[in-house]
């Protein structure tokens, strides 16, 4: 049963630190995408790679944030100096990249920043 | 760009009832539609998807969809909730490469 997985699934750390967030997508799977969910905000796209060429990362805190496909078995989203305000859930989804293609998302990365 | 509109932030309903949760998307053009579940504590997960082809569209767990391009609709039905469809509902469009989320429907299932 394919599936994307992310590590870790849980993460609390204290403002100032860095946090790495990594995902591994569904073999096969060339697009990758990573959101952040939050209570006020819904689900936001941060970031999306096809064949691990970043393609879109306008939503995404530039000066923050960082998101990198260092072979096509592994995302990572990287946060240097976290705030509480990243405090949220962080979702890793792979698709095929197509036009009508779904896509599959990770169970999640609960980020709490102190 | 493409947009979706759920209508209702939270829908209640008794267990055992019908359900319909509403979207409306946004495009004057060829458009491919999602409807994505998440759980308590869990990712998305697509319940059903309508690319062409007949406009009522079967999924997971008993909901179905039905596309209407001429009301540009694709409202979310289940004919008998049960406990376990407690979760958010989120309606999406595909736009080229990506897929553009409503903002989600919690639905309530009431004993």
């Known amino acids: 049963d394919a599936r994307v997985t992310q590590t870790p699934r849980d993460k609390v750390t204290e403002m100032g630190q860095e946090v790495t967030m990594r995902c591994q997508p569904i073999?096969?799977?060339?697009?990758v995408f990573w959101y952040r969910q939050t209570m006020m905000q819904g689900l936001e796209l941060l970031a999306y790679?096809?064949?691990?060429?970043?393609?879109?990362d306008s939503g995404m805190p530039k000066d923050r944030f960082s998101a990198e496909m260092p072979d096509a078995t592994l995302a990572t989203l990287k946060i240097q100096p976290s705030e509480p305000r990243d405090s949220a859930v962080y979702f890793c989804?792979?698709?095929?990249?197509?036009?009508?293609?779904?896509?599959?998302f990770g169970p999640g990365t609960r980020l709490t920043v102190l | 760009a493409q947009s979706v509109t759920q209508l209702d932030s939270q829908v209640p309903v008794f267990e055992e009832a019908p359900v319909e949760l509403r979207c409306n998307y946004s495009?004057?053009?060829?458009?491919?539609l999602f409807w994505y579940v998440q759980y308590p504590n869990q990712g998305l997960q697509l319940l059903l998807k309508?690319?062409?082809?007949?406009?009522l569209v079967k999924g997971i767990n008993g909901f179905e969809a039905e596309f209407n391009k001429s009301q540009t609709s694709f409202h979310l039905r289940k004919p008998s909730v049960h406990i376990s469809d407690t979760a958010e509902y989120f309606c999406?469009?595909?736009?080229?490469?990506?897929?553009?989320f409503g903002k989600g429907t919690r639905l309530h299932i009431l004993p």
């Open positions: 989804a792979s698709g095929l990249g197509n036009s009508g293609s779904a896509q599959f």
């Open positions: 073999l096969g799977h060339n697009t």
């Open positions: 790679f096809r064949n691990r060429a970043p393609l879109d």
């Open positions: 495009s004057s053009v060829s458009v491919y």
């Open positions: 309508y690319l062409s082809g007949s406009t």
């Open positions: 999406a469009v595909s736009e080229v490469d990506k897929i553009i």
